[in-house]
């Protein structure tokens, strides 16, 4: 009986922590939120009880693991591990408790997904409802973003981003491909008092009226094509510009002049006729599309399953390249 005891409290002390792991979570969301007044919010705290609850942390731990002016908090090195390692913690103790009881529980909570507006609008936004029939309990939000840093400042779940990836800590799926497209309206063409009136190559687009994308700085956005001898950028005379592709398609649908857009956003009206192709030899190479989420980061089970329903969409992806 007396080893039995003994066993007993060995193993409870196992798993005793020389802390307490209310204020170790309290100070990894002071350190998340970078405010004492956010985290207070977050745990229906005072401000004056999160700073009490960090004093005792620090204590515990023998260490100083913030620093506070008036302007700004910041992490001590100490502070930076003790957060890395405490929220891995954390986020490795959820996944075990979803994992356990992921037989007898529906998939739920919300993931929250970093796209560009034209992918939010024309990719994903369709594929949600088939996703949603799966896993009734998901909840989605769409953050409209073309910042990578985003999933770190924002806390998202994952993005989707196009082109080449720069080394960083995001780990990278590939989704699809992005072909830019040059279009025009059949009666814009017909009217166009150009010779030839259809370009047969970028430069016969310095005669026409065109529509151009401008990029946030205010530049416009220089036309990418591929030719025999290489890469080719066209700096078009933009008569109308706007910084949104529905705006650019909307005024190339009106007959208004020639676009140059992604091909996923003008596929149905290059099936309906309203818009035709136009230089399609010279179309330049697409770019890559890839889910990104951080890496060494555990994965909720809301997340991978929303990340294996988009990888497994391949058919409905299909249109972004053809």
């Known amino acids: 009986m007396k080893k039995q005891v003994e066993g007993t409290r060995l193993l409870s002390r196992t798993h005793e922590l020389p802390i307490s792991e209310a204020d170790a979570r309290v ?3 002071v350190a ?3 405010s004492f007044t956010a985290a207070a919010a977050l745990h229906a705290m005072t401000p004056s009880a999160v700073s009490k609850a960090i004093g005792r942390l620090e204590a515990d731990l023998g260490v100083r693991l913030l620093v506070r002016t008036t302007r700004a908090l910041h992490l001590t090195e100490e502070g930076m591990a003790f957060h890395e390692r405490c929220a891995r913690a954390f986020s490795l103790l959820a996944e075990a408790a979803e994992e ?3 037989g007898s529980r529906a998939v739920a ?3 929250r997904i970093g796209v560009p507006s034209l992918f939010g609008t024309f990719l994903i936004a369709p594929l949600l409802p088939a996703l949603l029939a799966r896993h009734p309990k998901l909840r989605v939000e769409i953050v409209s973003t073309t910042r990578l840093s985003d999933v770190f400042d924002l806390g998202l ?4 981003a196009v082109g080449a990836l720069p080394d960083s800590s995001l780990v990278a799926k590939p989704l699809g ?4 497209v040059t279009v025009a309206a059949p009666g814009y063409l017909k009217a166009a008092g150009t010779t030839p009136r259809r370009p047969l190559r970028p430069e016969d687009l310095l005669a026409h009226r065109c529509i151009a994308y401008t990029r946030p700085d205010g530049r416009e956005e220089p036309w990418n094509f591929q030719l025999p001898e290489g890469p080719r950028q066209l700096d078009v005379r933009a008569d109308v510009r706007s910084d949104d592709m529905h705006h650019l398609t909307a005024m190339a649908v009106a007959g208004l002049g020639v676009a140059h857009l992604p091909l996923f956003v003008v596929a149905e009206h290059l099936a309906g006729g309203r818009l035709e192709r136009l230089l399609q030899a010279c179309e330049p190479a697409p770019k890559l599309a890839s889910l990104v989420y951080p ?4 994965m909720p089970r809301r997340v991978r399953v929303f990340i294996d329903f988009l990888l497994s969409q391949e058919q409905a992806l299909a249109g972004v390249t053809r």
């Open 177 to 180: 491909q992005g072909q830019f």
């Open 32 to 34: 998340d939120a970078g």
């Open 100 to 102: 356990a009881g992921a």
């Open 295 to 298: 890496a060494g980061r555990s």
């Open 27 to 29: 100070f990894v969301t």
């Open 109 to 111: 909570g919300t993931v």
């Open 157 to 160: 779940d994952l993005a989707i």
